[in-house]
């Protein structure tokens, strides 16, 4: 055994047990979440962790609950959250409703987008911006999606499906974000958009934000992540490194048909 020569402090036992409840791996981490849709048990004991800007791809079949385990994290209104903890750098998450995990830096973006109609691309991001925390400003904004930069005028809701999945990303960057909740982002886009989408989420972990991405098109997800969580009805059956799941058939071919 090595001896610690660092540690001068005669309390090791304390020093180690500190040391374990701060791991770098449990910067967001979910532990056995459990949530309902009136009395449908959907979200069935959900546990998950992540260091700091990593990327985790959560997958599975269609119903699987992936949405579900997104919302839960959001704290939208529903599912109801009946057991289990979810905390964010240190502070608790499950005792918060959705605009104090969205002031806290949770940002879902849900798999309509939800561009405002009848608003610029410009408009809908600075909306994002009434309330604080503000997040980053527009021009630094428009540097990472030169797209939107070059539609600042034009209404939101006329872009291209690719350009608004930008829009939203955008929009959720405009808030003083910690943890990006991405809900199919890729669906019904060209493969050359992916791939502009994929650049600017690796960007955006550059940048230091964590980011769980629920993805139909898993291979693709897998190649961007780091960790990857696998559900089947609600609950986890796989939770490893993307690598492991991208060099597994059987695992694949089990729960995510590819
Ligand atoms: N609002 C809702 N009310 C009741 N059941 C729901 C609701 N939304 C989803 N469900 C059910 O929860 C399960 C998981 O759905 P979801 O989380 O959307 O799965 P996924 O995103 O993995 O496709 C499905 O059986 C679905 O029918
Ligand atoms: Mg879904």
Redesign the pocket.
């Known amino acids: 055994m090595n001896e610690d020569t660092t540690n001068t402090n005669q309390d090791n036992g304390a020093e180690q047990v500190t040391a374990a409840a701060e791991s770098p791996s449990d910067y967001f981490k979910v532990d056995d979440i459990h949530a309902y ?2 009395e ?1 048990y ?1 979200v069935q004991g959900v546990s998950l962790n992540l260091r700091e800007n990593e990327i985790l791809a959560l997958l ?10 997104l ?1 839960t994290i959001a704290r939208a209104d ?2 109801t959250l009946r057991k289990g903890t979810i905390t964010l750098g240190g502070q608790t998450v499950h005792d918060k409703k959705g605009f104090e995990a969205s002031q806290m830096g949770i940002q879902l973006v849900p798999e309509d987008r939800r561009i405002i109609p009848g608003m610029t691309v410009e408009e809908n991001i600075i909306l994002a911006q009434v309330a604080e925390p503000i997040g980053w400003p527009l021009e630094r904004i428009y540097q990472h999606f030169p797209r939107l930069a070059e539609r600042r005028k034009q209404e939101g809701t006329t872009l291209s499906g690719g350009e608004q999945q930008m829009l939203a990303v955008a929009r959720a960057l405009a808030r003083d974000i910690k943890l990006l909740l991405l ?1 199919e982002p890729y669906e019904g886009l060209a493969p050359v958009i992916v791939h502009e989408i994929e650049r600017i989420l690796l960007e955006i972990k550059a940048e230091g934000i964590t980011s769980i991405i ?1 993805e139909q098109n898993a291979v693709a997800a897998l190649k961007l992540a780091d960790r990857a969580v696998i ?1 089947d009805t ?1 609950e986890v059956v796989f939770s490893g490194s993307a690598e492991e799941v991208l060099n597994d058939e059987a695992l694949r071919l089990k729960y995510l048909a590819i």
């Open positions: 849709y009136g449908s959907i599975g079949r269609n119903g699987a609950g992936k949405t579900s385990t919302k529903e599912p809900d629920v559900l609600g």
